[in-house]
């Protein structure tokens, strides 16, 4: 039957009876959602879609957003043989210094105006010395021992020894890098978190996440996930 045939002895009025209109809303309801069925995977792909609500005769299309989920990004480190998947939100982007090998923006959080930023690259040195340099990075605003308030773990993830540090207060910021000299910014109330992965041939690797204090504890956990999270590639 089609939707407009309302020819029949009992059909005299101009207007067809509320009966035919549920019935056209009925089928046209009925063949948009055999569409969407058919179509599904393709509509539900799309960022703005809508839904059917068919209510007293009238159909609305109504928005709906959809709000995707940033993945994860992926690093590796030891020439590729671990890798790393670091939060989502965060921004890989070019290094600042030739020795860095990956590098991570991270939004701040209020009431923190600066990014935080997150670093890998293998170094030399012993892991004691390397610590006791992060230490001194660090100044209390009391005038007592950074070493002391620090926090000092170690960890077997992926067959590496992996020794985890968490430093706080006033960060001594050389912008030009450790090794480049130069003036240092002094940046009050920051904290740092880095991994020290010992690898068995391919040396030891640094992660070090930096940054104003609410912003590194605001992605604290993320960090811990990516460290205890790393895999071997092989």
């Known amino acids: 039957m089609k939707l407009n045939d309302y020819s029949g002895d009992s059909y005299h009025s101009a207007d067809p009876p509320a009966h035919v209109y549920q019935l056209q809303i009925n089928t046209i309801t009925q063949g948009i959602l055999m569409k969407l069925r058919l179509d599904g995977t393709m509509f539900l792909s799309q960022l703005l879609f809508g839904f059917i609500v068919s209510c007293t005769g009238t159909i609305f299309i109504m928005p709906v957003h959809c709000v995707l989920a940033e993945a994860a990004t992926e690093f590796t480190v030891a020439n590729g043989e671990l890798s790393l998947a670091a939060p989502a939100g965060w921004k890989q982007v070019q290094p600042r210094s030739r020795i860095v090998e990956t590098e991570f923006a991270i939004k701040p959080v209020k009431p923190d105006n600066q990014p935080g930023r997150m670093t890998s690259m293998g170094a030399g040195g ?4 390397n610590i006791a340099r992060w230490y001194s990075q660090f100044s209390q605003p009391d005038g007592t021992s950074t070493k002391d308030k620090a926090g000092l773990k170690t960890l077997r993830i992926a067959g590496c020894k992996v020794t985890c540090v968490d430093v706080s207060g006033t ?3 050389m912008p030009g890098g450790p090794f480049a000299g130069g003036q240092s910014i002094d940046r009050p109330n920051y904290r740092m978190l880095a ?4 690898t068995t041939d391919k040396g030891n ?3 070090k996440f930096y940054g ?3 912003t590194v504890e605001a992605s604290a956990d993320g960090f811990k996930k990516m460290i205890e999270g790393m895999v071997s590639t092989n």
């Not at 991994?195 to 010992?198: F, Y």
């Open 195 to 198: 991994a020290i992965i010992e």
């Open 205 to 207: 690797y640094f992660i």
């Open 212 to 214: 104003p204090a609410a």
């Open 171 to 173: 960060y001594k910021d």
């Open 126 to 129: 012993s892991i004691e010395a």
